[in-house]
């Protein structure tokens, strides 16, 4: 999974973007046993987007503290001060759901000896009332 988010200074130059990811409805702030899975700063220049990339392995670990929902936010550092997070810190976060089941590829088909589909064209008929 990779966390994508824009970040901007209109001072320009480096930024950390700050990501929190945890269990949704588990945030340390909102639970005593919730634990934030990810906290991590990525650097990116002012005006691109930070990306951060969370293992399979990781979010595995927490699979059932949410039933494979995760929520997660950010928010953009220069070293002197920093943004509020986006979504809020009273939002819900960003989401998504997790499942490790899932192909990284989505499947695909061929069929083999059977007719060629025809392509057919309908019009409609007007309704006719008495």
């Keep these: 999974m ?7 200074d209109p001072d320009g130059g480096t930024l950390n973007a700050r990501f929190g990811l ?9 639970d005593p046993a919730g634990v934030l899975i990810v906290s991590a700063k990525v650097s990116a220049t002012s ?8 293992p399979k392995d990781t979010l595995r ?10 929520s997660w936010r950010v928010r953009a550092e220069d070293g002197t001060s920093q943004s509020a997070w986006t979504p809020d810190a009273d939002g ?6 997790f499942d490790p089941d899932r192909p990284s590829a989505p499947p695909t088909s061929t ?12 019009r409609r008929r007007p309704d006719r009332t008495r």
């Design 61 to 70: 670990q927490y699979l059932t503290a949410a039933d494979g929902n995760v």
């Design 111 to 122: 069929a083999t000896g059977g007719r060629t589909a025809r392509s057919r064209s309908f």
């Design 92 to 97: 819900p976060g960003c989401r998504f759901v």
């Design 22 to 30: 945890w269990a949704t409805g588990r945030h340390p702030d909102e």
């Design 47 to 54: 005006g691109t987007v930070a990306s951060l990339r969370v």
């Design 2 to 8: 990779t966390l994508n988010a824009g970040i901007g």
